[in-house]
């Protein structure tokens, strides 16, 4: 069974929708930076966009040969969609 959690939070004096999915589109997909924009889209009252959230981990694993516990680091993504509405100054997660 799916489950979510929708977080809300105001946002004042945000642009248009049309502006604001201009900006999220300048923004992108750094591979230097923690969070980039996956995606993104705008009707006339809202701006939707596709945030990730880049991070380090260490993962063990058991190398049976030599009985070493080795330790690899991967690249862990976890994803926000999210959804503005600037006429209501809505802001939800």
Known sequence: MASFKLNIARIRGCP???KLA???EEFGLPETEEF?????SATQEVAFATVVRKTK???QRLDA????VITDTIEKVTVY??????ASELLEI
Do not use: F, Y
């Open 16 to 18: 248009p929708p049309k």
């Open 22 to 24: 201009e900006a999220i």
């Open 36 to 40: 980039g924009v996956l995606s993104h």
């Open 57 to 59: 981990q260490a993962v």
């Open 65 to 68: 040969k030599t009985s070493e």
């Open 81 to 86: 969609p999210l959804a503005v509405r600037p």
